[in-house]
């Protein structure tokens, strides 16, 4: 099993009136494959914010994998 990071991004406009992106979440999961990290990642996302639909908090799903757990 590999180690991924999984960061939930969301794109939001500042008091400044630039673009940002901001991290709502960081999740480490462990995972035979990316697809299967992502996935896993979403569900634990979707209890953890106790919502139905991830994109509801988040843009995006962006998933690196890591060498050793933090």
Request: with cysteine; charged share 35%.
């Amino acid at each position: 099993m590999a180690h991924y990071v999984v960061r939930f991004m969301k794109d939001i406009l500042g008091e400044n009136g630039r673009h940002a992106e901001v991290c709502q979440r960081m999740l480490e999961i462990e995972a035979s494959n990316r697809h299967e990290a992502t996935e896993l990642a979403k569900q634990k996302f979707c209890e953890m914010e106790r919502l139905r639909e991830w994109s509801l908090h988040a843009d995006r799903v962006h998933v690196a994998e890591s060498d050793f757990p933090s």
